[in-house]
């Protein structure tokens, strides 16, 4: 089962975040934060935020071993457009987009085996009975 993780609404074309995500498409985890943070790309960085949150939602949530973590899909697709304008010559204003992304992580690798719940005096006095 794949752990996954979001950021929506990055304020980066999605055309630049994708030529970073590429970067580490296949790669474990750790070294994956490692190529990231020797990238000299502004975009580099939300996407080791969301890498890092998909290895916490790994770690906490489903029980996986952190150190087992592989990036199985990292997907940037488009996020919502904001249109602005800008003044041109002989009072023209021409038009412009501010785009953003979503960025989407899904995380594999293997499991840690199910704690056994913890048994207290009282259970086990009752248990006697």
């Not at 498409?25 to 502004?42: F, K, N, Q, S, Y």
């Not at 939602?57 to 940037?76: D, F, M, Q």
């Not at 412009?96 to 009282?122: C, N, W, Y």
């Amino acid at each position: 089962m794949s752990v996954k993780a979001e950021s929506k609404g990055v304020r980066m074309s999605p055309r630049k975040v994708a030529a970073v995500a590429s970067l580490v498409r296949g790669h474990t985890v750790a070294d994956a934060i490692v190529i990231l943070e020797h990238t000299p790309r502004h975009a580099a960085l939300p996407v080791i935020k969301t890498i890092k949150s998909a290895q916490a939602n790994a770690a906490h949530n489903h029980n996986y071993k952190p150190e087992t973590l592989r990036i199985t899909e990292i997907t940037v697709n488009h996020g919502p457009r904001m249109k602005r304008f800008r003044p041109a010559a002989m009072g023209r204003a021409l038009p412009f987009m501010k785009r953003s992304s979503h960025i989407r992580v899904l995380v594999d690798g293997e499991q840690r085996p199910a704690k056994k719940p913890a048994t207290t005096k009282a259970v086990e006095k009752k248990e006697g009975k």
